[in-house]
Nanobody
Framework: EVQLQASGGGLVQAGGSLRLSCAASGFELDDRAIAWFRQAPGKEREGISCTTTANLKKYYADSVKGRFAISSDSAKNTVYLQMNSLEPADTAVYYC????????????????????????????WGKGTQVTVSS
């Protein structure tokens, strides 16, 4: 059974940092791209980062580029999202999701931009973890 378990959310002041973890089971990370999405109240789900097989590619939304970093540990079958310089606008529920393939899909650009929205055809989702950034 495929499972994704997101953790690491919490309350942090603006300018602070958090590291989210997405522990995967039921498949190997090398077989599927993993992405982080977030959804704030009243807003559409937004893709913020994606990594492909063995970290060959990493993509970021414009809103987080330069502040967030995605990485993975194949030995632990876990993907991480290091979030630095957090802003109140980053407040949302954060989800990790597994793609049906080894690629991050069509909402990517050669420059490393990730602009996925909604469910984006991701096959499996973890339960969200709340991130709240206070001003």
């Amino acid at each position: 059974e495929v499972q994704l378990q997101a953790s690491g959310g919490g309350l942090v002041q603006a300018g602070g940092s958090l590291r989210l973890s997405c522990a995967a089971s039921g498949f190997e990370l090398d077989d599927r791209a993993i992405a982080w999405f977030r959804q704030a109240p009243g807003k559409e789900r937004e893709g913020i980062s994606c990594t492909t097989t063995a970290n060959l590619k990493k993509y970021y939304a414009d809103s987080v580029k330069g502040r967030f970093a995605i990485s993975s540990d194949s030995a632990k079958n876990t993907v991480y999202l290091q979030m630095n310089s957090l802003e109140p606008a980053d407040t949302a529920v954060y989800y990790c999701a597994a793609a049906p393939s080894r690629t991050c899909g069509p909402a990517t650009s050669y420059s490393g931009r990730f602009y996925a929205t909604g469910d984006y055809g991701m096959d499996d989702w973890g339960k969200g973890t709340q991130v709240t950034v206070s001003s």
